[in-house]
């Protein structure tokens, strides 16, 4: 089976090109996903050069003048990117017979959305209030993620990695919040839609009544804050029609033309460049990137919600990812299932599993994880990630792909 692990520059830059790359072919995985356009993070780096480590928003390269110069928006480049570290990582890697992949986080960007606001999310009371991030209905968003696309591919990766080329969740949408106001898990949910100028028209375009979709997100959230108990309970269109009406069902379900639409853009443009996009869900990591239990609802159920359909992108993308962040190998199974039943056979289905905490507490559990994926259509196992894991974590990898 085809495998990976993922792996920041700070990584390698920390602790030597050779004897990162050295470590990592000892675990037996077949290739590394290198992060090549990164978000804004604070990480525990248990072996690193910093044990606590600051990610910045940016790109790992130097953004080509005939991508980004006539570009609203452009990535902000990370120190030491005039090092060209990823093409050097492109030379050690095939010296070893690795590939190599360009993880590639797209319209999460917190330094672009505070510089210029009127690209983010608009909630339904009309406020910019999730800055890092960007609107996929926007057209200079759209124009960046292509040329981001085509930037990342054009670093000699064997695939573009597509992370957050997707609408987001206002519960994830800034760093450091404060929220006192209990709200219930569809409240976060209509809090999160975006009724910018540009999702407003698609949604008119499709047949939905925009204007009514946003008064009713408007009055429901509203209510809540003004003291309405929060109704609890899994998000469902189902559910959402009873509770907020069939015209913001509508509305959401707009979203995935705005994503669909998207990424066979970026998809197109990365193999204009002679590489191939892997498509991330998220919707495993909204689901329990916290803690990893296994929470009601497939996570190719609700990709729905992120504005992700699976249907259309399996006709669209050769490859996608599946985060299947949970404790338990059956539920691992479940995920893998549904995503192949969504997808079609053809498609590469490549699953992401945390080799240790929150999830995953022995070596044993990876390996029934890794089992369980294989076993219920899976083409290929990566591991997240190499520098957020201590090395005996990492040890429990070989292991796991020889059983």
């Known amino acids: 089976m085809d495998s990976s692990l993922y792996v920041y520059v700070e990584d390698v830059r920390g602790e030597g090109l050779e004897e990162t790359l050295d470590r990592i072919t000892g675990y037996g995985v077949a290739g590394v996903t290198v992060a090549?356009?990164?978000?804004?993070?604070?990480?525990?780096?248990?072996?690193?050069?910093?044990?606590?480590?600051?990610?910045?928003?940016?790109?790992?390269?130097?953004?080509?003048?005939d991508l980004f110069g006539g570009l609203r928006l452009v990535p902000p480049i990370?120190?030491?990117?005039?090092?060209?570290?990823?093409?050097?990582?492109?030379l050690a890697t095939a010296r070893r017979g690795l590939a190599m992949h360009g993880w590639t986080v797209f319209l999460r960007n917190?330094?672009?959305?505070?510089?210029?606001?009127?690209?983010?999310?608009?909630?339904c009371f009309g406020d910019r209030g999730s800055p890092a991030d960007l609107c996929p209905a926007h057209p200079d968003v759209r124009r960046y993620a292509v040329a981001l696309g085509r930037a990342v591919a054009r670093?000699?990766?064997?695939?573009?990695?597509?992370?957050?080329?997707?609408?987001?969740?206002?519960?994830?949408?800034?760093?450091?919040?404060?929220?006192?106001v209990p709200l219930g898990p569809m409240?976060?949910?209509?809090?999160?839609?975006?009724?910018?100028?540009?999702?407003?028209?698609?949604?008119?375009?499709?047949?939905?009544?925009a204007e009514v979709a946003r008064e009713e997100c408007a009055r429901i959230v509203g209510?809540?804050?003004?003291?309405?108990?929060?109704?609890?309970?899994?998000?469902?269109?189902?559910?959402?029609?009873?509770?907020?009406?069939p015209?913001?069902?509508?509305?959401?379900?707009?979203?995935?033309?705005?994503?669909t639409s998207l990424v066979?853009?970026?998809?197109?443009?990365?193999?204009?460049?002679?590489?191939?996009?892997?498509?991330?869900?998220?919707?495993?990591?909204?689901?329990?990137?916290?803690?990893?239990?296994p929470a009601p609802g497939l996570a190719a159920h609700e990709a729905w919600q992120l504005g992700v359909d699976l249907v259309a992108l399996g006709d669209l993308v050769p490859s996608l990812g599946v985060l299947a962040y949970t404790r338990d190998p059956a539920r691992v199974a479940e995920e893998v299932a549904a995503y192949r039943r969504s997808t079609g056979k053809d498609r590469q289905l490549r699953v992401v599993l945390r080799p240790g905490p929150p999830d995953t507490d022995t070596a044993g559990g990876l390996a029934a994880k890794v089992r369980a994926a294989g076993a219920s259509g899976a083409d290929a196992v990566d591991f997240y990630a190499y520098g957020l894991m201590p090395y005996p974590v990492l040890d429990r990898i070989p292991a796991a792909l020889s059983g």
């Open 264 to 293: 066979s853009d970026v998809s197109a443009a990365v193999t204009g460049e002679g590489s191939r996009l892997v498509f991330l869900d998220g919707t495993g990591a909204v689901k329990s990137y916290d803690d990893g239990p």
């Open 187 to 209: 409240d976060v949910f209509l809090l999160g839609l975006c009724f910018c100028d540009f999702c407003m028209r698609r949604a008119t375009e499709l047949g939905v009544n």
């Open 155 to 180: 670093q000699g990766v064997d695939s573009v990695v597509a992370e957050a080329l997707h609408f987001g969740t206002f519960d994830r949408g800034h760093h450091h919040e404060r929220g006192f």
């Open 223 to 245: 209510g809540v804050f003004d003291g309405d108990p929060p109704v609890q309970g899994e998000v469902t269109r189902a559910a959402l029609t009873a509770y907020a009406g």
């Open 78 to 90: 990370q120190d030491g990117a005039d090092e060209e570290p990823l093409a050097a990582l492109r």
């Open 36 to 65: 090549a356009a990164c978000r804004h993070a604070r990480d525990i780096t248990p072996h690193g050069r910093t044990r606590v480590t600051i990610r910045r928003d940016g790109v790992h390269f130097t953004p080509p003048d």
């Open 247 to 259: 015209e913001v069902v509508a509305y959401a379900r707009a979203r995935s033309e705005v994503v």
């Open 110 to 123: 917190a330094t672009l959305g505070l510089a210029d606001p009127d690209v983010t999310v608009r909630n």
